[in-house]
């Protein structure tokens, strides 16, 4: 009986452990059935060890293992233990059911972050290892694992490494030794700035796109003194610009750290470009004379995407590199927005947003007394109305003067209340469109807003239309 509910498997001839010298393997049993095999292996006080397991996935044969610590050590019993029971048994490997590394396994990539970045608590399943070639491999890749020829080790610490399967027959690297110095962060960190050496190593380019903005074409002659720009990315080819050179573990003798990784042209100590590998829970804000990559891993997720480079990875930052652009661009694309004001003869002003490309001079002259934008403001809206009312005094005859009124509150709800509204019959609501007191006989001037006129004139500024 196979393991997971598979059913049952009748074999036509049953060998017992039978020598496989290019293996140097010697399974308990191989069952032939239908021009295949499979391999049994009981486990009674000892499992199919990390060394064994690695060797039979690498050839890629159907394997087996049956623990026979739960049945008695009757002929009849273990019999019936094998072939009438499932339980009590796993796949090593299985080329059918999926099983160990299976081609589709690669899909089993894609780690989401929630699973590899919770790390308090939970150890992450590491699936990268360095082999004696120095080359970064995935045990999940099945053309990339090969125990049979191969040894493996720790990105991390360097120690040796073997597989270690679990009930459901999930494979991962662990130390031969326990060192628990290594922990995950480290783990991720040292797979990391292994992954981008290897990827700047064997291509024959290696692309970065660093952010960059570029200015508007009016920025010389802008109304509104703004400086607006747009983003955009620069794309370089590090190797096309002589970056042709990489080390791990670099230590420059002006910073008292050493960094993970330095791309350089001929000369280290020239246009060098450190990168730095950082961790959800580690991270390194060191401060460097050289232009740095600053990267950040949550999980292996992040590690497959750096097999392949920098270029297209979403958590990194460019510091020290030029951020502005060459290019020039149309303020249609910017679409900045400014705070455009209006001062009606109605006695009102309003201030709203407008883009900068659409703002045109009042249609009807007459109903406007002046427009312009603020270039410098306080943020406060309230604020920006009462620097427009000090502004134009000599509008005070035309304007409504409620704000700056003593007699103007705020309500329980926001509301701006006339608090003479009751017994003058003065309206409740002055600041609304459909009142307009303007010259009203009650006006009396708030001298704590008065008191804030020279503040307001030197922290916010207006370009009139």
Same mark, same amino acid.
């Given at each position: 009986?196979?393991?997971?509910?598979?059913?049952?498997?009748?074999?036509?001839?049953?060998?017992?452990?039978?020598?496989?010298?290019?293996?140097?393997?010697?399974?308990?049993?191989v069952g032939y059935?239908?021009?295949?095999?499979?391999?049994?292996?009981?486990?009674?006080?000892?499992?199919?060890?990390?060394?064994?397991?690695?060797?039979?996935?690498?050839?890629?044969?159907?394997?087996?293992?049956?623990? $026979?610590?739960?049945?008695?050590?009757?002929?009849?019993?273990?019999?019936?233990?094998?072939?009438?029971?499932? &339980?009590?048994?796993?796949?090593?490997?299985?080329?059918?059911?999926?099983?160990?590394?299976?081609?589709?396994?690669?899909s089993n990539r894609?780690?989401?972050?929630?699973?590899?970045?919770?790390? &308090?608590?939970?150890?992450?399943? /590491?699936?990268?290892?360095?082999?004696?070639?120095?080359?970064?491999?995935?045990?999940?890749?099945?053309? &990339?694992?090969?125990?049979?020829?191969?040894?493996?080790?720790?990105?991390?610490?360097?120690?040796?490494?073997?597989?270690?399967?679990?009930?459901?027959?999930? %494979?991962?690297?662990?130390?031969?030794?326990?060192?628990?110095?290594?922990?995950?962060?480290?783990?991720? /960190?040292?797979?990391?700035?292994?992954?981008?050496?290897?990827?700047?190593?064997?291509?024959?380019?290696?692309? =970065?796109?660093?952010?960059? %903005?570029?200015?508007?074409?009016?920025?010389?002659?802008?109304?509104?003194?703004?400086?607006?720009?747009?983003?955009?990315?620069?794309?370089?080819?590090?190797?096309?610009?002589?970056?042709?050179?990489?080390?791990?573990? %670099?230590?420059?003798?002006?910073?008292?750290?050493?960094?993970?990784?330095?791309?350089?042209?001929?000369?280290?100590?020239?246009?060098? =470009?450190?990168?730095?590998?950082?961790?959800?829970?580690?991270? $390194?804000?060191?401060?460097?004379?050289?232009?740095?990559?600053?990267?950040?891993?949550?999980?292996?997720?992040? =590690?497959?995407?750096?097999?392949?480079?920098?270029?297209?990875?979403?958590? =990194?930052?460019?510091?020290?590199?030029?951020?502005?652009?060459?290019?020039?661009?149309?303020?249609?694309?910017?679409?900045?927005?400014?705070?455009?004001?209006?001062?009606?003869?109605?006695?009102?002003?309003?201030?709203? $947003?407008?883009?900068?490309?659409?703002? /045109?001079?009042?249609?009807?002259?007459?109903?406007i007394l002046r &427009?312009?934008?603020?270039?410098?403001?306080?943020? %406060?809206?309230?604020?920006?109305?009462?620097?427009?009312?000090?502004?134009?005094?000599?509008?005070?005859?035309?304007?409504?003067?409620?704000?700056?009124?003593?007699?103007?509150?705020?309500?329980?709800?926001?509301?701006?209340?006339?608090?003479?509204?009751?017994?003058?019959?003065?309206?409740?609501?002055?600041?609304?469109?459909?009142?307009?007191?303007?010259?009203?006989?009650?006006?009396?001037?708030?001298?704590?807003?008065?008191?804030?006129?020279?503040?307001?004139?030197?922290?916010?500024?207006?370009?009139?239309?």
């Amino acid at each position: 009986m196979l393991p997971d509910n598979a059913g049952e498997l009748r074999f036509d001839k049953v060998e017992a452990e039978r020598n496989f010298p290019d293996l140097k393997l010697r399974p308990d049993c191989v069952g032939y059935y239908g021009g295949k095999s499979l391999w049994i292996e009981f486990k009674r006080t000892h499992e199919v060890d990390a060394h064994k397991a690695g060797k039979i996935i690498s050839a890629r044969i159907d394997c087996v293992e049956i623990d $026979l610590k739960e049945c008695e050590q009757d002929k009849e019993k273990l019999r019936e233990f094998i072939t009438q029971n499932s &339980e009590n048994r796993k796949w090593i490997y299985s080329s059918e059911y999926g099983v160990g590394l299976a081609e589709h396994a690669a899909s089993n990539r894609n780690s989401s972050k929630k699973d590899d970045s919770d790390l &308090e608590g939970v150890k992450l399943k /590491r699936h990268f290892a360095i082999d004696d070639d120095s080359k970064l491999i995935d045990l999940r890749v099945p053309s &990339e694992f090969d125990a049979i020829n191969h040894t493996y080790y720790c990105p991390n610490c360097g120690n040796e490494v073997v597989l270690s399967v679990d009930d459901e027959s999930k %494979y991962t690297f662990v130390h031969l030794e326990e060192n628990d110095s290594c922990d995950d962060e480290m783990y991720l /960190r040292g797979t990391a700035v292994a992954a981008i050496h290897q990827a700047f190593v064997e291509s024959p380019k290696f692309i =970065i796109e660093v952010p960059q %903005y570029r200015s508007c074409k009016q920025g010389d002659k802008c109304p509104f003194n703004q400086d607006c720009k747009a983003p955009t990315t620069q794309r370089y080819d590090l190797k096309s610009h002589r970056y042709l050179k990489c080390e791990k573990d %670099y230590k420059f003798n002006d910073v008292p750290y050493r960094t993970d990784l330095v791309f350089y042209r001929d000369d280290v100590l020239k246009d060098s =470009i450190e990168v730095r590998v950082n961790t959800e829970n580690f991270y $390194l804000e060191l401060e460097t004379p050289r232009r740095l990559i600053d990267v950040t891993v949550h999980n292996e997720k992040d =590690i497959c995407q750096l097999e392949k480079g920098l270029n297209g990875f979403d958590k =990194i930052r460019f510091l020290g590199f030029n951020q502005d652009s060459k290019e020039k661009v149309d303020p249609k694309e910017i679409q900045n927005e400014v705070l455009k004001y209006t001062v009606y003869a109605s006695g009102k002003i309003h201030i709203g $947003l407008v883009k900068c490309t659409e703002i /045109r001079f009042g249609l009807n002259r007459t109903s406007i007394l002046r &427009e312009g934008v603020f270039t410098k403001t306080t943020g %406060y809206i309230d604020d920006m109305y009462v620097y427009l009312l000090f502004r134009y005094k000599m509008l005070w005859k035309d304007l409504c003067l409620c704000r700056l009124c003593c007699y103007l509150k705020v309500g329980w709800n926001r509301e701006y209340i006339c608090s003479r509204y009751k017994t003058v019959g003065t309206p409740r609501n002055p600041l609304n469109d459909n009142s307009s007191p303007k010259g009203c006989a009650y006006f009396r001037m708030n001298y704590n807003i008065q008191n804030q006129e020279s503040a307001l004139n030197e922290e916010m500024e207006i370009e009139e239309l």
